[in-house]
């Protein structure tokens, strides 16, 4: 399955993640927002600073301000690491990445903090130089700056490796989760069945396994195959292979898997294989796929991509070519004449 969104907002549960982010303002002593790619939050501020409060409130300065996130959460990407930095107001931040398949999509932005150390803070990139310095001299704003809380910069280093690998953990999991409701929630065959329900059989950390057993039921729900969806073979070594191909249509799966699947060498299951069926597995394999993939194209709108996806191809040009090999027409061209469903 491919990832058809990229906005950190349908990714994460906001509500959650507003309540996780609070916590970690609290524990660490670091003001922290998320921000999207183009530096616009998408939550609230957790536990800002009365000088960031006021620096904010001014529609002008606040486009500095993102203006500085977003330059911060690009060149965390790019080193794929946090980032710190000071802002244009000269407090320390640190910007800590969020990507997916190597797109940037957001960041979470922490800090407000000074150093306990200048000379640590003179050695760090100053990103932006704030254009307004006037509204920054009255004795009330130096009064809020001089409450900012202060760090070793080891603690921040710290920190921000501790979020660094918290996020990746957190939003690898909320993606995962993501795809699979959406492949679940999509094909109408599969929505008698609670979704609910069935994820609760599944304990944390099973979600590659549950991603799994869903490309079969979608799969499955649509193709049929001989025999109550069980390949036919006389040969009883050999059954558990045909069983297994029935049962896994969407992994990529070997000759050699199988041999040790049934107990003997890959040469004699290579032998015996094609005694059984008149072709090699691969072939055997590939022209099985094509035939349960005629069937996803009649009775499904999923793309060529998806279909590709689904039946364990190693990418789409290969389906498409191994489809032409045996049909001598391409996926979309037997799709438009043997259902309604366009490409």
Known sequence: MKIAYLELGKILDLK?????????AQVTNLAIITIDHKGVPITTHSAPRAFCRYVRNDPKLEKICQKCDS???????????????LCHCNIVDLAIPISIQGQYIGAVMAGQIRLADHEDSSQLERIFISPITTTFESEAVKQMYEEIPILSYNQVETIAQMLFDL?????????NKNLVLDMYERLSPLKETSTASYLSDYPVGSVESLKKDLGNMVVSAYVK??????????NSVL???????AENKVERITQKDMATLCHISVSHFSRLFVKETGESFSNFLSLQKVEWSKQLLEKTDLSINQISDELGFSDPGYYIKVFKKHERITPAIYRKYHSGIST
């Open 71 to 85: 330059r911060a959460g690009l060149e965390a990407v790019r080193i794929n690491a946090p980032f710190i930095y």
């Open 239 to 245: 059954k558990p292979a045909f069983d297994y191909i």
């Open 16 to 24: 959650k993640w507003q309540v996780l982010q609070d916590s970690l």
């Open 167 to 175: 996020c990746a953990y957190i939003v690898e999991e909320a993606v």
């Open 225 to 234: 195959t001989a025999d109550n969806q069980t390949l036919t073979c006389k």
